[in-house]
């Protein structure tokens, strides 16, 4: 293995990620580095995409032309953590849903995290070419991308990473357990489509009052075996019927059914869990 490296630092400063910046890196050097990083891992010297198809992704399946990077979540790599914000999420995190069940793809993300904290430039100019070349595979009809399946990085506070320097047909979209209103605003500025994710802070829906009525939108997991909510005072829509919420109203909740290890917790009658009971939505 070589020196110890570490994400925490390579996020402290996201400014500096500028298009200039990453115009310094040649692409050979990056694709030599993250081949090199995935032998470390015992993986093959070949060099696959960061941003995978939708086709992989049982969620991102349901959306059209869509893109999504997976890093192993929180702390899990052993680089510092890519979920600033994680509580009760971390144990029954997607990560082992799916696909995530198999060895490779776990050491997959692990490469990837460690790609990216050991050799940050390099791994978002293989992003930033990846996302040029989706926009010129896909024309002038639009894609989206997830660049945060499984973390909680603020993509959208790179420079290299915003609209209009993104291709004009990207539409970048996440989710976040950020509690601050501002993150949200930021991110819609420079075309980033941020959703809250409600969690255990959020004992009643008094939390999300002001991040809602400023048309940003939330999602709420549902403990498994809880009632769909019939009414709310705001709008509510599925949302495991799809995942583009950039599609659902400004100002709207998608409610997400427990999934995997999920399924297992039981929701707080006063609120203070991840999962929600369905008479969380009327209080």
Not at 201 to 221: C, F, K, N, Y
Request: aromatic share 8%.
């Amino acid at each position: 293995m070589s020196k110890r490296v570490s994400i925490r630092r390579t996020l402290k400063s996201p400014e500096q990620y500028t298009d200039d910046r990453l115009d310094a890196v040649g692409m050979a050097d990056a694709r030599a580095k993250w081949a090199a990083t995935r032998v470390r891992f015992g993986l093959k010297p070949t060099t696959p995409t960061l941003i995978r198809p939708g086709s992989e992704n049982a969620k991102l399946a349901k959306s059209v032309a869509t893109y999504g990077l997976s890093l192993q979540p929180h702390s899990l790599a052993g680089v510092g953590t890519v979920c600033p914000w994680a509580g009760q999420c971390k144990d029954p995190c997607l990560n082992t849903a799916g696909r995530g069940l198999f060895a490779a793809v776990q050491i997959g993300r692990q490469a990837r995290t460690h790609f990216a904290a050991q050799w940050p430039d390099h791994f978002r100019a293989m992003l930033r070419d990846e996302i040029r070349r989706a926009a010129r595979r896909h024309g002038a009809d639009p894609f989206h991308l997830r660049l945060n399946v499984l973390s909680d990085i603020h993509y959208h506070e790179e420079p290299w990473c915003q609209i209009p320097q993104l291709p004009d047909t990207a539409r970048p979209y996440g989710y976040s357990k950020d509690p601050r209103v501002n993150t949200f605003r930021r991110a819609a500025a420079v075309g980033h489509v941020l959703t809250y994710s409600v969690n255990e802070r959020d004992r009643t829906p008094d939390s999300i009052a002001d991040l809602l009525g400023e048309g940003h939108r939330a999602a709420v997991v549902l403990a498994h075996g809880e009632p769909f909510p019939q009414d709310f005072r705001f709008p509510i829509v599925d949302g495991d019927a799809h995942d583009l919420r950039a599609n659902d109203a400004p100002g709207s909740v998608a409610v997400l059914r427990a999934k995997g290890r999920a399924k297992s917790l039981r929701p707080d009658p006063a609120g203070g869990s991840f999962v929600k009971s369905a008479a969380w939505f009327a209080a």
